[in-house]
């Protein structure tokens, strides 16, 4: 056991393109583990490299057998063990969290160390909403079930992060205009690296763009959310209330066109008053 490191499992975030990204408290952590989990050895073995640590190190991933965990959860209790991916924040569509969950079912002690992320990076340079935003990893490779997975997120009132690769990007692109509409979003690749790339434009723009070539590099797609809907109109209030009210009390109907036509509560309780004639 490293005595300037408690035992624990440790989860570092490491670069996704510049190594002087790389936290001192990130690096202090690797240098002092006793093992290092990794996602590729070889990726990792150049990271160790840039700031000079020899440490033991793990392939491990999501589909390593329970043997392998069980081991590893055994070492976690006596030793310091720092889980990395390839780049970035591990678990954040990366490998880990079954091992983080039967941790902490034990009791140990589990600790992060926070760093590079790469949809976060890509949300503050796209230039589109911040406050409400939902990560969806890499959408299937297959175009139905992608078309799917897009219908599934159209109404979600929140910017969208996704992964991406270059052969893929338009294809992906031609679907998420098709499913999403055309919504603002943008392109960005290589974050932090020296030809880190930001291309914005309407979706449908996008996928013209990268139609025939996709670019190189990591690529994660930033989509402005859906613009709010219309505002109901008195005679859209009245339809809905009157259909409700063949069903509904006035106060149920109330509730149920208020939620379905965006519109305070009470305008539309006052309107099924009028409606129903109480």
Do not use: W
């Not at 990794?38 to 392939?59: F, Q, S, Y």
């Not at 932090?192 to 070539?213: F, I, N």
């Amino acid at each position: 056991m490293n005595k300037n490191l408690p035992p624990g499992l440790y989860i570092v975030a490491t670069p996704i393109g510049n190594l002087s990204d790389l936290s001192p408290r990130a690096a202090e952590t690797l240098s002092h583990a006793d093992l290092i989990l990794a996602e590729d050895k070889r990726v990792t073995a150049k990271l160790l490299n840039h700031i000079g640590a020899k440490v033991p190190m793990r392939a491990y991933n999501d589909h390593s057998d329970e043997r392998l965990r069980e081991e590893m959860l055994d070492r976690i209790a006596g030793e310091a063990v720092a889980l990395v991916s390839d780049a970035g924040t591990p678990l954040i569509s990366d490998p880990g969290y079954k091992l983080v969950r039967a941790a902490r079912q034990r009791g140990l002690s589990v600790q992060t160390i926070p760093g590079p992320s790469a949809p976060i990076a890509a949300l503050t340079l796209a230039g589109l909403p911040t406050d409400r935003f939902l990560f969806c990893g890499f959408l299937p490779a297959k175009q139905k079930a992608r078309r799917d997975a897009i219908a599934a997120i159209a109404s979600v009132p929140a910017s969208l992060l996704l992964f991406e690769s270059g052969p893929r990007l338009g294809a992906c692109l031609a679907d998420l205009d098709e499913g999403l509409g055309p919504r603002e979003a943008a392109v960005v690749r290589e974050i932090s690296k020296l030809h880190e790339e930001v291309v914005s434009g309407s979706l449908g723009e996008l996928a013209e763009r990268y139609r025939e070539q996709g670019p190189k590099g990591e690529i994660v797609i930033v989509i402005a959310p859906p613009a709010p809907p219309e505002a109901a109109s008195e005679d859209d209030l009245d339809e809905a209330i009157d259909e409700a009210l063949s069903r509904l009390s006035p106060s149920r109907a109330a509730a149920e066109v208020a939620a379905k036509l965006g519109i305070p509560r009470k305008r539309a309780y006052a309107r099924a008053l009028e409606r129903s004639g109480e």
